[in-house]
């Protein structure tokens, strides 16, 4: 046992209700609790933790179901096998679960946890309320001392065989306190990374949402590559490797997205640097909490579907349709973790489109100006998601550094969204936000025009006409529309 202690008792921060009830129940029991895992670690490191983890020798849901009563929270069965069990009581959430498998005390119980750094206790005082005084910390596996070097460490070689998802919980855990593997257990992930495949979608999907929240997502996730697990996670990734690509890229296709998702961090970190013009609206566009994951998703697959539509033409290398392709299969990858429909289109779309910057910049080079029109098709394609797709096709060209590349590619994507901006807030803006000079009842009563696709078109036309500035008013839209009429009329016969 560790002679280390707390510098106070961590648990007077929380509503003196719940330690009242916790002693209440202590005693009508006669049974010890003691507060584990995340609580105590981040109380070590001077930390608060709104959630606990609780420890008892049997029964976890027979004491969550007792506190839910007496608080009137609500009990929520976690796994009946393990004995694992919730309350949810004023926004805070307190688990219990007793001794796990075959321990019989709390030193056996905390040796059979996933990593020393969650392998610590300390024991509630009845008496208290509180923690026991002196606040020692129970430490039977070294945890403390882990948690000074920064270092992540299995309890034993049987943590992986008896919980799987563990492999990513390492890097989670890598990932949210920046720590690192030693040495014995990221070989212990190597040797064993193959069992990732067997825990459920949905808990794989928790464990890679917590890791791409985090600041280290890219460090972790080439770490996750290195150690094998990225090819059974993401075996439609893991067929880039190798996969050659033209002169304007260094890396190959599965290196090259593993970067882009190293330049998307660094972007999201200072956005000015790289947009010095709307570096604010790049902000308040990463203020939505969702924005920076998912476009770190979509940076980690833009190039998904190139390994399918790999081809090679007079000598070139091409890649026609690889976003479409990559967007359908990054939707096979979601639904295969369960993400949220609404994510894991905005990743979709976002995917689909990233080549559309650098096509518009093509043009943009050439006449060195974009036209309201193809700023309205982009703007109507993408949405709200504008600011996320110019990330990503910066982040796109920043991960490709190849001798062929064109030169000062970012400025120029830089300079293209300045214009794609302005355009969108002084002319598409007002149009979009009005309401329309013309709309189906006038084609029906003026025009004798029946509902279907003609109707698209039309609003469609117009709506181009007045972000172009060639219609301004009712009478102009009707005129526009005889035009319109007249031209499809004479490309029939």
């Known amino acids: 046992m560790n002679a280390e202690q707390l510098d106070r008792d961590w648990l ?16 009508q029991r006669g049974e010890e609790l003691y507060v584990t895992g995340g609580a105590v670690r981040n109380w070590r490191a001077g930390q608060a933790s709104m959630d606990l983890d609780l420890t008892v020798a049997s029964d976890g849901p027979g004491w969550a179901r007792d506190l839910a009563v007496q608080l009137g929270g609500a009990f929520v069965p976690l796994d009946e096998v393990q004995g694992v069990a919730r309350v949810v009581w004023q926004g805070i959430e307190i688990d219990f679960c007793r001794f796990r498998g075959p321990a019989t005390s709390l030193a056996e119980d905390l040796g059979l946890r996933d990593f020393t750094i969650n392998a610590m206790a300390v024991a509630f005082d009845p008496a208290g309320p509180g923690l026991m005084p002196p606040y020692a ?5 070294g945890g403390g001392l882990d948690f000074t070097k920064g270092v992540i460490r299995v ?3 049987t943590v992986f065989v008896d919980d799987p998802l563990r492999l990513l919980r390492a890097f989670r855990f890598m990932a949210e306190l920046g720590f690192s593997l030693e040495g014995e257990s990221a070989a212990l992930v190597r040797h064993q990374a193959d069992l990732i495949t067997k825990p459920a979608g949905e808990r794989i999907g928790y464990e890679l949402a917590r890791i791409m929240a985090s600041p280290r997502a890219a460090i972790t996730v080439r770490a996750m590559a290195d150690a094998g697990l990225l090819s059974y996670l993401f075996p439609e990734l893991q067929a880039g490797s190798g996969v050659g690509q033209p002169a304007s890229h260094h890396l190959d296709v599965l290196a090259h997205n593993l970067q882009a998702l190293v330049e998307m961090e660094r972007l999201q970190g200072a956005p000015a640097d790289f947009f010095p013009e709307h570096g604010c609206g790049m902000i ?33 290398i091409t890649f026609h349709q690889h976003d479409r392709v990559g967007a359908e ?62 990330m990503l096709a910066m982040a796109d060209s920043l991960a490709g550094q190849g001798p062929g590349k064109p030169l000062a590619m970012e400025g120029a994507l830089a300079r293209l969204y300045d214009q794609v901006e302005e355009t969108r807030r002084q002319f598409i803006e007002p149009v979009l936000t009005r309401p329309r000079l013309l709309n189906g009842h006038d084609l029906r009563q003026e ?36 035009e319109f009429l007249c031209e499809r009329q004479a490309q029939d016969f």
């Open 447 to 482: 025009f004798r025009l029946q509902p279907g696709p003609v109707f698209s078109a039309i609003f469609d036309g117009l709506e181009e006409a007045r972000v172009a500035g060639e219609v301004r008013d009712r009478d102009e839209a009707m005129g526009w529309v005889r």
């Open 284 to 316: 308040q566009y990463l203020a939505d909490q969702a924005a920076g994951p998912l476009l770190k998703w979509a940076a980690l697959f833009h190039d998904l579907g190139k390994p399918m539509v790999l081809a090679e033409r007079d000598g070139r």
């Open 137 to 141: 910390i129970i430490d039977p596996t």
């Open 12 to 27: 007077r921060d929380y509503p003196p209700a719940l330690l009242h009830a916790l002693a209440a129940l202590v005693r």
């Open 155 to 157: 309890t034993s070689p």
């Open 329 to 390: 299969g990054f939707g096979v990858i979601a639904r295969r973790f369960a993400w949220r429909k609404t994510e894991a289109d905005r990743v979709g779309r976002l995917i689909a489109l990233h080549m559309w910057p650098f096509h518009l910049n093509n043009v943009f080079q050439k006449d060195g100006v974009v036209t309201p029109r193809a700023c309205l098709r982009l703007v109507k394609a993408v949405g709200e998601e504008l600011p996320g797709l110019f």
